[in-house]
């Protein structure tokens, strides 16, 4: 990845965690995940020892933090994130912007504990269990919820993705800026018959129209906002599509993170309908981790 690149997606990142409902963006209308995300949470903090220290790889606005420490309020909890994300409120979290996780900022044996909800898979993988190994204490847990190919977390925002790239679609655009009024018509009512319960599509549906009429230089102004608009949204969904495991390529893609660490366990964490929800990996730092 060139490092124009790295900078877009992290602006990117940074723009989604400023938006108060960035938490809950990647299982949008779904509470039976949420409660399922934070059983887990609740479960792995209670295998944890008193006052533990735990590191949270890919933190964002720290929702696996805060269900950690609302388990068990002895617990403390480190997040790092390599855009820039909001302060925690709460005194037992501490979050830090602009901290790759393949650069951790901690002296070696600093951690009790790993945790990360969907965002170590967004690393370079070798290079963070490198670094995770580095910074764990040798025996200590990692639990890690990593998005699965199949998921309905994954098909949701796969969706939101088509919705955008449709409005994205050179032939949209070409009609929008030309004010040709019949093919933005018949272009936005394909969207919307792909995608009937979407918000945002409702939305530019209904005001595209309007803004089709105005002047040539409106009409350029007015697409260039709406790209501005999206295109945080988008670079995080392609990631998100780029990043997710499917099941045929876990083992390949466990392989980094065994190297250094004890994978105990790869299972799937599921909704009480039985859908799938993400992959949970967990494991423990090795004694003697190989370089």
């Given at each position: 990845?060139?490092?124009?690149?790295?900078?877009?997606?992290?602006?990117?990142?940074?723009?989604?965690?400023?938006?108060?409902?960035?938490?809950?963006?990647?299982?949008?209308?779904?509470?039976?995940?949420?409660?399922?995300?934070?059983?887990?949470?609740?479960?792995?903090?209670?295998?944890?020892?008193?006052?533990?220290?735990?590191?949270?790889?890919?933190?964002?606005?720290?929702?696996?933090?805060?269900?950690?420490?609302?388990?068990?309020?002895?617990?403390?909890?480190?997040?790092?994130?390599?855009?820039?994300?909001?302060?925690?409120?709460?005194?037992?979290?501490?979050?830090?912007?602009?901290?790759?996780?393949?650069?951790?900022?901690?002296?070696?044996?600093?951690?009790?504990?790993?945790?990360?909800?969907?965002?170590?898979?967004?690393?370079?993988?070798?290079?963070?269990?490198?670094?995770?190994?580095?910074?764990?204490k040798p025996g200590a847990r990692f639990?890690?919820?990593?998005?699965?190919?199949?998921?309905?977390?994954?098909?949701?925002?796969?969706?939101?993705?088509?919705?955008?790239?449709?409005?994205?679609?050179?032939?949209?655009?070409?009609?929008?800026?030309?004010?040709?009024?019949?093919?933005?018509?018949?272009?936005?009512?394909?969207?919307?018959?792909?995608?009937?319960?979407?918000?945002?599509?409702?939305?530019?549906?209904?005001?595209?129209?309007?803004?089709a009429t105005r002047s040539s230089q409106e009409r350029d102004a007015?697409?260039?906002?709406?790209?501005?608009?999206?295109?945080?949204?988008?670079?995080?969904?392609?990631?998100?599509?780029?990043?997710?495991?499917?099941?045929?390529?876990?083992?390949?893609?466990?392989?980094?993170?065994?190297?250094?660490?004890?994978?105990?366990?790869?299972?799937?964490?599921?909704?009480?309908?039985?859908?799938?929800?993400?992959?949970?990996?967990?494991?423990?730092?090795?004694?003697?981790?190989?370089?």
């Amino acid at each position: 990845m060139q490092l124009h690149d790295r900078t877009r997606i992290r602006e990117a990142w940074t723009a989604f965690w400023q938006d108060p409902a960035s938490g809950q963006q990647c299982i949008r209308g779904a509470p039976d995940v949420t409660h399922a995300l934070r059983s887990q949470w609740s479960s792995f903090a209670a295998q944890l020892g008193v006052r533990a220290r735990i590191l949270d790889l890919g933190c964002g606005a720290g929702a696996a933090a805060t269900a950690i420490v609302t388990a068990r309020r002895d617990l403390e909890v480190t997040g790092v994130e390599f855009a820039m994300v909001p302060v925690s409120t709460e005194a037992s979290i501490r979050l830090l912007s602009d901290t790759p996780m393949e650069q951790l900022p901690f002296a070696d044996e600093s951690f009790d504990a790993a945790i990360s909800q969907f965002g170590y898979e967004y690393g370079r993988t070798h290079k963070t269990a490198r670094q995770l190994a580095r910074v764990l204490k040798p025996g200590a847990r990692f639990s890690f919820i990593v998005h699965h190919a199949g998921s309905s977390v994954v098909a949701t925002n796969r969706a939101r993705l088509d919705a955008i790239r449709r409005f994205h679609a050179p032939d949209m655009r070409a009609a929008f800026l030309a004010g040709n009024a019949f093919v933005l018509n018949a272009r936005l009512a394909s969207v919307q018959r792909a995608h009937p319960h979407d918000t945002l599509v409702a939305a530019l549906a209904k005001h595209l129209p309007v803004r089709a009429t105005r002047s040539s230089q409106e009409r350029d102004a007015a697409w260039s906002a709406v790209e501005e608009a999206m295109w945080p949204e988008r670079t995080v969904l392609e990631a998100l599509d780029a990043c997710c495991v499917a099941p045929e390529e876990l083992d390949g893609w466990l392989g980094p993170l065994r190297q250094f660490c004890a994978v105990t366990s790869a299972s799937i964490l599921c909704k009480p309908n039985g859908d799938t929800i993400a992959w949970c990996i967990e494991g423990m730092r090795l004694s003697e981790a190989t370089s």
